[in-house]
């Protein structure tokens, strides 16, 4: 059976990912005031199973995934890495040998990209990156679609990221090339954006403006984004809370960008750290549309990696 693996924007063309979009804004439509358990008219992945691993925390990706794989048709299994062998040093790639003869998708949430990289050449199944201290891509196409959604033409708007350089500031990087938005970046040095990612995306074409505070990136921007200043896995957070603070999406900074702007926020927030409660539960908020295209988006994802 032919299949792909969803691991990072940057290594997909622009095509496939109009596609998965386009495909994720219809399905959405097409099951407008169903009640949420109910499988999509033709069943696209009806027999298949999606096995998710998880080493670290989630909710969103959790339920979503979980969803999806249902509306789809199919049915999920969900492991903490922590249950299963991989926890007490069985190797990625034997997991992966082994999980390729039971289900038809992996989703995995790692704390190395390595690992998924690792898993995914040794997988006989698609495997999709569920976020990884690198990127986040399941993420991204959410927030794309929701900007869409919200009317905005991706081609040539102006997306500002504040705060940490982190894993999703780095798949928002990945997509620029790939739908013709330019982003500004705006975080302290010591907090800017993986060199190599800013390489990466400027080698694409992709138009990537990196600044030293917030107010230069936001300026006149079509889209504010923050997230969390304190990953999983960063070990640093006090050090983090004071020097990003600076970074913080009030509604002083939100009115630098265009009177239209939307915020978005991957979530989880932390109302009074990295964004005020004014802005992220006021009317350019758009974080729990967001939320919810998790769901819409990865079943898209899901059948582009099935061949379905
Ligand atoms: N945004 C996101 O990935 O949320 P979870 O960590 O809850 O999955
Ligand atoms: N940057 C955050 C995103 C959480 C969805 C993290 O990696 O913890």
């Known amino acids: ?21 386009d495909q994720a804004h219809a ?29 670290k925390s989630s909710t969103r ?13 199919g049915s999920s299994i969900n492991a903490t890495a922590a249950d299963m062998q991989l926890g007490r040093g069985e190797t990625v790639e034997d ?8 289900v038809d998708a992996v989703m995995i949430r790692a704390n190395s990209h390595e690992d998924v990289e690792t898993f995914a050449e040794h997988a006989s199944v698609p495997v999709i990156n569920g976020l990884t201290d690198r990127s986040h891509p399941c993420q991204i196409m959410a927030d794309l679609m929701t900007l869409e959604e919200h009317g905005l033409d ?15 500031c ?8 790939k739908f013709g938005f330019s982003l500004a970046v705006g975080t302290p040095a010591r907090y800017a954006p ?18 030293d505070t917030a107010e230069e990136a936001v300026l006149g921007a079509d889209v504010v984004i923050a997230d969390t200043f304190v990953s ?17 999406v009030t509604t002083e900074l939100m009115s630098l960008a265009k009177p239209s702007a939307k915020f978005l926020h991957c979530l989880p927030a932390h109302r009074g750290e990295e964004v005020d409660a004014e802005v992220i539960d006021g009317p350019q908020s758009v974080v729990f549309d967001e939320a919810e295209n998790r769901l819409h988006v990865q079943k898209a994802i899901l059948r582009w990696c099935c061949g379905k």
């Open 95 to 102: 997991t992966a040998r082994v999980l390729s003869r039971y």
């Open 61 to 73: 990706t959790r339920f979503s995934f979980d969803m999806a794989i249902r509306q789809l048709g």
């Open 170 to 177: 780095s798949s928002f990087m990945h997509a620029a090339p």
């Open 154 to 168: 991706l081609n040539g708007a102006r997306l500002a990221w504040v705060g940490d350089g982190n894993n999703v």
């Open 194 to 211: 993986d060199d190599e990612d800013v390489e990466l995306a400027r080698e694409l074409q992709g138009r990537i403006d990196l600044y």
């Open 232 to 248: 999983m896995g960063d070990a640093d957070a006090s050090a983090r809370l004071a020097e990003l603070d600076p970074y913080a």
């Open 1 to 21: 059976m032919a299949f792909r693996h969803f691991i990072d924007i940057w290594q997909l063309e622009a095509s496939d990912l109009r596609a998965i979009l």
């Open 27 to 55: 399905m959405k439509r097409a099951r407008t005031g169903w009640p949420k358990g109910k499988v999509d008219a033709d069943a696209p992945l009806a027999g298949h199973t999606l096995a998710m691993i998880f080493e």
